[in-house]
């Protein structure tokens, strides 16, 4: 993954060409990847609902994608089937998935 964010992609025609739009939203979906995990390991149950919404952002990317392939007219089109498809995770799935990694975590610790 490293490779492809420093390395592939700034070699993009495509992000190049609007890297003003797609790398301030990559940083922000980075931003909030962050605060989601902090969230997950320090804060309480509302802060996991938090976390599961900040956890779908990396999902701007494709949406300000879609708006400058097509336009407002093309994200208002697709963009629902963009966000049905990523957030087909319920909150349960999530949280279910969230005690996995955190019991794999704490083994790993010891």
Same mark, same amino acid.
């Given at each position: 993954m490293f490779w492809d964010l420093l390395v592939v992609l700034p070699t993009d025609p495509?992000?190049?060409?609007n890297i003003a739009l797609l790398n301030s939203t990559l940083v922000n979906a980075?931003?909030?990847?962050? $605060? *989601?995990?902090k969230l997950e390991? %320090?804060? =309480? %149950?509302?802060?996991?609902?938090?976390?599961?919404i900040l956890r779908g952002?990396?999902? =701007? $990317?494709?949406?300000?994608?879609a708006f400058v392939v097509g336009g407002m007219g093309w994200v208002q089109?697709?963009?629902? *089937?963009i966000r049905r498809w990523a957030h087909e995770e319920t909150f =349960?799935?999530?949280? *279910?998935?969230l005690a996995?990694?955190?019991?794999?975590?704490?083994?790993n610790s010891k």
């Open positions: 495509f992000y190049v060409r980075i931003i909030n990847w962050h $605060i *989601a995990n390991r %320090e804060g =309480d %149950e509302k802060d996991k609902s938090v976390a599961f952002a990396y999902i =701007d $990317i494709l949406s300000a994608a089109e697709i963009g629902p *089937a =349960d799935q999530y949280l *279910a998935n996995k990694e955190c019991e794999a975590r704490d083994a």
